[in-house]
């Protein structure tokens, strides 16, 4: 008796055991995994909120946060991770990884934040430190593009990694000039405006954030794709033409819950701004913004070979931007960034 | 007392005898350990090597292509640069418990109030997940070297102040009722019976210490500020450049266990000399 019932427990497990493993894959299989490279905050609404319209079209989506952009990149080439949000260029120049960029979410948006008790100008800066976020990174080309252009040399950069952290070094006074984020730049200009200043930083439209997926997933997951990549254009439109109606979207489909009600102004603030500095490109990138990374990653030795000589098909995977592109027409926009 | 000692004596040249006769067995049927050391790893490196030419993942690089890397990065400079930015506030801080660790454990030994203040802060120390505590310490202490040489301590000293502790702690009671019935006084007792018999186990503790340290100063620099070999890993990996990223990992690797295999053979030499070169690496 004993023996017959330790058999029928045994069976009912295994039955149990795969068929939730299979739940589990086919779950797995019908919902799209997406993958930041930081914990969400304000600055990701445009994508949460498109993501809940694909959503309402019928998409599962879940969003997972990782710590970097190279364990995203590591999660989308094993398979584990469906789209990618950070860029992948120097990992599909290296490693000729089968994977390609659709959509360009946010152009990058770092400004030259200094203590105005030490420097006032660029010239000033010739011969001194400055605090950068990684070798290789973004803020460190924006910086090298800056020693071009000001015709001037840093004595040391310093890698300081996290805006949070520089600006929390800033106001220690730790470090005298870095690059800041969007939000923490004018955190630290409005809580003290004698203090801290940011230099003129000129225009270039790079990105900060774009979508990417292997090319397996993008030729399988058409559809998916085609209404995510719809709806996150849909949403940055709907930013750039009224910024304040970001907070109210957040509220209503109760998105980044456990962030306080107050931050709704914060919310409209950072949003206005964005919008004023195009930093949600309506039109999704494609060519323009790829010629566009092309000419600062290879500028500051983050890409190899000439800007003009690389082939945007080699990176890029237009197909899906162009078809949403047809279906919602063009936007004809000029911004100017600035951190104010 | 006197068959007790005979008794013991018997005992240590047998054991000693017989791990000699085992060993000399060994080395008839099995052949050199140099031999079996050496099969070992070539088994590692050769799976490691087809992995990286299946290869398992795109961002795994083989075994031979990481040689490469490794020899390219000693030769451009890449290892001496990133080592003389590592090496000081590791060194910094394993200074500091070598000398404070050690006197704070021997003092927790020697005095049942300092230990009774001291044992719980040393246990959840030592329990505290540190990569958690690395943040807190940025914002307190800032992104400098003092953060990194805090991180370096923060991982050894408990290490090192209880395995001095405990050292001091089996003291043999015997030998301090020897000492007392020779009319000897505390200080003759710590300098003469307690610290000579607890040199062994605060010396193993010093090495577990530097252990400690070079995982502290790993986690610092990949968690503070990326210098050193933290900017070496960082800088690779946020580069696609893989092979370079594992070879920088192998060197710290290569060079904590060269340290330690050192400290290991000097501690049996000093210490424990009846166990030869052998113990030391099998232990």
């Known amino acids: ?340 | 007392m006197k068959t007790r000692k005979t008794d013991k004596t018997v005992g240590t040249s047998q054991i000693g005898s017989g791990t000699k006769t085992d060993r000399s067995f060994a080395s008839v049927v099995l052949g050199p350990v140099w031999l079996w050391q050496l099969l070992s790893l070539c088994t590692v490196f050769g799976i490691w090597e087809i992995a990286g030419r299946i290869p398992i993942s795109l961002a795994f690089p083989s075994f031979t292509a990481t040689c490469a890397a490794f020899f390219e990065m000693i030769m451009d400079g890449s290892f001496a640069t990133a080592y003389a930015s590592t090496l000081p506030p590791l060194i910094i801080g394993i200074l500091i418990v070598s000398f404070g660790g050690v006197a704070w454990g021997v003092f927790m030994g020697l005095s049942r109030g300092f230990e009774w203040t001291c044992m719980s802060l040393l246990v959840i120390l030592q329990t505290a997940p540190v990569a958690a505590i690395v943040p807190l310490i940025t914002y307190a202490y800032g992104i400098d070297m003092t953060s990194k040489v805090i991180v370096v301590v923060i991982m050894s000293a408990p290490l090192v102040i209880l395995n001095s502790y405990k050292g001091i702690r089996s003291t043999n009671p015997s030998l301090l009722q020897m000492c007392r019935s020779f009319q000897g006084n505390r200080w003759q007792e710590i300098t003469k019976i307690i610290l000579p018999q607890a040199s062994g186990m605060i010396f193993a503790g010093l090495r577990l210490g530097i252990s400690g340290g070079f995982i502290g100063i790993v986690l610092a620099e990949l968690l503070i500020t990326p210098t050193g070999i933290g900017d070496l890993i960082t800088y690779n990996r946020a580069s696609a450049l893989y092979a370079h990223m594992f070879a920088a990992i192998a060197s710290i690797i290569i060079f904590s266990t060269l340290t330690l295999t050192v400290l290991q053979r000097l501690e049996h030499k000093i210490f424990r000399p009846e166990l030869g070169t052998m113990s030391g690496q099998v232990n």
Do not use: C
């Open chain 1, 1 to 340: 008796m004993k023996r017959i019932l330790h058999g029928i427990l045994v069976a009912v497990f295994a039955v149990a055991f795969t068929l939730s493993l299979g739940a589990f894959r086919a779950a797995a299989q019908d919902t799209v995994r997406v993958a930041t490279a930081d914990t969400l905050g304000a600055e990701d609404l445009v994508l949460l909120i498109a993501f809940e319209k694909a959503k309402a079209r019928g998409l599962k989506i879940e969003v997972t946060p990782f710590k970097s952009d190279d364990v995203v990149f590591q999660a989308i080439v094993n398979g584990q991770m469906d789209i990618g949000v950070g860029d992948a260029y120097k990992m599909i120049q290296t490693l000729k990884a089968p994977i390609r960029h659709f959509y360009q979410l946010r152009r990058l948006a770092y400004f030259p934040v200094v203590n105005k008790e030490y420097y006032k100008t660029w010239k000033d800066l010739d011969g001194e430190d400055i605090a950068v976020h990684s070798r290789g990174s973004g803020t460190e080309a924006l910086a090298r593009l800056m020693e071009s252009m000001h015709g001037i040399k840093f004595k040391r950069m310093t890698y300081v990694p996290g805006s949070e952290v520089r600006a929390i070094s800033m106001r220690r006074g730790n470090i005298k000039a870095t690059y800041l984020d969007l939000t923490r730049t004018r955190l630290l200009t409005t809580e003290d405006p004698e203090r801290f200043g940011v230099l003129p930083a000129g225009n270039q439209s790079a990105s900060d954030e774009i979508l990417y997926a292997t090319t397996d997933f993008l030729k399988e997951s058409e559809d998916a794709i085609d209404i995510i990549v719809e709806e996150v254009m849909r949403a940055a439109r709907r930013m750039n033409a009224d910024p304040t109606s970001m907070a109210a979207e957040r509220e209503r489909l109760d998105l980044l819950a456990e962030l306080p009600k107050e931050i709704n102004e914060e919310i409209t603030l950072y949003h206005q701004q964005a919008a004023m500095a195009g930093l949600f490109p309506p039109n999704g990138g494609g060519k323009g913004a790829a010629s566009a990374d092309f000419e600062f990653l290879t500028s500051s030795g983050r890409l190899e070979g000439d800007a003009k000589s690389l082939d945007v098909g080699e990176f890029w995977e237009l197909g899906p931007l162009n078809k949403a592109l047809a279906k919602m027409g063009y936007v004809n926009v000029e911004y100017s960034i600035s951190a104010r």
